[in-house]
Nanobody, 126 residues
């Protein structure tokens, strides 16, 4: 059974940091590009960051570049999102997703992802 389980969300003050984790099971993790997305109330889901199957390529939304870092540990079947200098506008439900691909280009920002986790809430107080 495929599962993506996010954790690490919570309440943080503006300027603070959080580290999100997404643990995958039921697939050969290293065959998949991984992405982080977020959705705030009343807004559409938006791309945040993506990482290629090997971890060699990473891509970010302009709004988070320089503040967020995506990484993965294929031995632990886990992808991470380190979020620094958080802003109130970063508040959202953050979800991870996977895509079966060995593509390492920026296409992984735009592809349709295959499977999604349930999400973890990030709240940023001003």
């Amino acid at each position: 059974q495929v599962q993506l389980v996010e954790s690490g969300g919570g309440l943080v003050q503006a300027g603070g940091s959080l580290r999100l984790s997404c643990a995958a099971s039921g697939r050969t993790f290293s065959n998949y590009a991984m992405g982080w997305f977020r959705q705030a109330p009343g807004k559409e889901r938006e791309f945040v960051a993506a990482i290629s199957w090997s971890g060699d390529s990473t891509f970010y939304a302009d709004s988070v570049r320089g503040r967020f870092t995506i990484s993965r540990d294929n031995a632990k079947n886990t992808v991470y999102l380190q979020m620094n200098s958080l802003k109130p506008e970063d508040a959202a439900v953050y979800s991870c997703a996977d895509r079966h691909t060995r593509d390492t280009s920026a296409n992984i920002k735009r592809v349709e992802y295959d499977y999604w986790g349930q999400g973890t809430q990030v709240t940023v107080s001003s």
